[in-house]
């Protein structure tokens, strides 16, 4: 069965430093991956997706994400986080080898907090 | 560009009426989704739909019924509200491509008294 986890219900950094959101996932072909940002009372914002290629992917504001199929993960990544960042944070996937179902799993998600 | 727009953005309404959450979308986007977000279960699929009139079951679909006979729209209907149902609801769309990426909008927020 698909699934998909993120460990951390809350991750704690201080503004400047090195951000890391963790998730990992579980398919049993390969993996469509994708993480996406919420702000407060908005809606799902998309920040990336590994689909194939590159292990390393980049998205919006900043945000870059690696995937590790050894590991079965795709953690979130910044180099220096700004207090704008705080927001929570969800990870999804999706079995590519399930042809036109387009339904993604979702994780739980992670509420960043970035300190001034 | 408008997107993907919901309404009403807050709705408060009574157990046992009927309740009707609207989304339309402007990109002509095939597939479209309902969820319902609530703390601690993260993101839950109700209802999806691959095209005009076809639809189908979520994780969590009992008590809502959904109907698309135009592709930009996909109402999802609430046919006896029940406290159970509060939360917020979130619309979603995304293309035929295998690229997946879904479009959230803005979401609404229901209340059941």
């Known amino acids: 069965a698909q699934s998909v986890a993120q460990p951390e219900d809350q991750v704690n950094v201080a503004e400047g430093n090195p951000l890391t959101v963790k998730c990992t996932y579980s398919?049993?072909?390969?993996?469509?991956l994708f993480w996406y940002v919420q702000y407060p009372n908005r809606g799902l914002q998309f920040l990336l997706k590994?689909?194939?290629?590159d292990n390393l992917v980049k998205g919006s504001y900043g945000f870059e994400a690696e995937f590790n199929k050894s590991q079965t993960s795709f953690h979130l990544k910044k180099p220096s986080a700004l207090v704008s960042d705080s927001a929570l944070y969800f990870c999804?996937?999706?079995?590519?080898?399930?042809?036109?179902?387009?339904?993604?799993?979702w994780g739980l998600g992670t509420s960043l907090a970035v300190n001034p | 560009d408008a997107g993907i727009t919901q309404s009403p953005r807050y709705k408060i309404t009574e157990t046992g009426r009927q309740v009707t959450l609207m989304c339309h979308q402007t990109w002509s986007h095939s597939y479209m989704f309902w969820y319902r977000q609530d703390l601690g279960h993260g993101l839950r699929l109700i209802y999806y739909?691959?095209?005009?009139?076809?639809?189908d079951k979520g994780e969590v679909p009992d008590g809502y019924v959904v109907s698309r006979s135009k592709t930009e729209n996909f109402p999802l209907t609430l046919e006896s509200a029940t406290r159970s149902q509060t939360s917020v609801y979130f619309c979603?769309?995304?293309?035929?491509?295998?690229?997946?990426?879904?479009?959230f909008g803005p979401g609404t927020r229901l209340t059941v008294l």
């Open positions: 590994y689909i194939t290629g």
């Open positions: 398919v049993s072909g390969n993996p469509y």
């Open positions: 999804a996937v999706r079995d590519a080898n399930t042809g036109n179902n387009r339904k993604l799993i």
């Open positions: 739909s691959a095209a005009a009139d076809i639809t």
């Open positions: 979603a769309s995304s293309s035929l491509g295998l690229t997946d990426t879904q479009y």
